[in-house]
C-alpha cells in the first residue's frame, strides 16, 4: 500500500519530504508528491503512524492510495 498528497489540500510546506524514511517524497510541479513504488506507509519502519502524515499540517492531505 502506498499514500499520496491530496493537490488540493497540500500547501507545499515541505514538512513531509524530510521525514520520509523510505525517501519516496520528492517536491513536484504543483505539490509535493509521493512515489508510489517506493512508499509502505511506514510499515517496517517501526512507526505507528506514517511519518508524512504525522508532520502535515493539513489534515486529510496525505491519504491511502487506492487503485
Do not use: H, W
Not at 488540493?8 to 524514511?21: H, K, L, N, Y
Not at 508510489?36 to 489534515?59: A, F, H, L, S
Request: proline content about 7%; aromatic content about 4%; glycine content about 4%.
Amino acid at each position: 500500500m502506498a499514500l499520496y498528497i491530496e493537490q488540493a489540500e497540500c500547501i507545499s510546506c515541505g514538512d513531509c519530504e524530510p521525514v520520509c524514511p523510505t525517501r519516496s517524497i520528492k517536491e513536484g510541479a504543483i505539490v509535493f508528491e509521493i512515489n508510489k513504488q517506493t512508499c509502505n506507509e511506514c510499515q517496517d519502519t517501526g512507526y505507528d503512524v506514517p511519518e508524512c502524515v504525522r508532520m502535515c499540517p493539513i489534515v486529510n492531505c496525505i491519504l491511502p492510495l487506492i487503485e
